[in-house]
């Protein structure tokens, strides 16, 4: 009865695990690793991760929804825009050596708005970049 006991349980665990690795937050990360921040979009369209030290942007699209991801970064006096139409399970990723255009300014707060073109999935944030 143990052994039956223990097999049942060892089964569970292991669809349990393999129910966990397939959800989308663990399925989409851009690699590197070390994000300082990092936003989902309400309804889990779109994932921002961001590294301060050298201003790296990982922007990902995280839902088979067939609709682009985009997100405005801005600071006082600038910012920009990025778009990511590749489709679900892809990230676009840009930092200060991209583009200059990338740079952000040191000890200014950066506003974030992460969206997807569908009006109801997006997240403002922001943060002060202090690295």
Do not use: F
Not at 93 to 111: H, L, N, Q, R
């Amino acid at each position: 009865m143990v052994r039956r006991t223990l097999g049942i349980l060892a089964g569970v665990i292991a669809s349990v695990g393999g129910l966990a690795l397939a959800s989308p937050a663990a399925a989409i990360d851009p690699g590197g690793g070390g994000w300082d921040h990092t936003w989902a979009s309400i309804n889990g369209g779109a994932t921002l991760h961001v590294v301060e030290h050298g201003d790296m942007v990982a922007l990902c699209d995280t839902k088979a929804d067939g609709m682009s991801v985009h997100v405005d970064v801005s600071w006082g006096g600038g910012g920009y825009y990025l778009q990511n139409s590749a489709g679900n399970g892809t990230c676009v990723t840009v930092s200060a050596t991209t583009a200059a255009k990338y740079d952000m300014p040191e000890g200014k707060t950066i506003d974030i708005w992460l969206s997807t073109s569908d009006l109801y999935d997006q997240v403002g944030g922001s943060y002060l970049n202090d690295h």
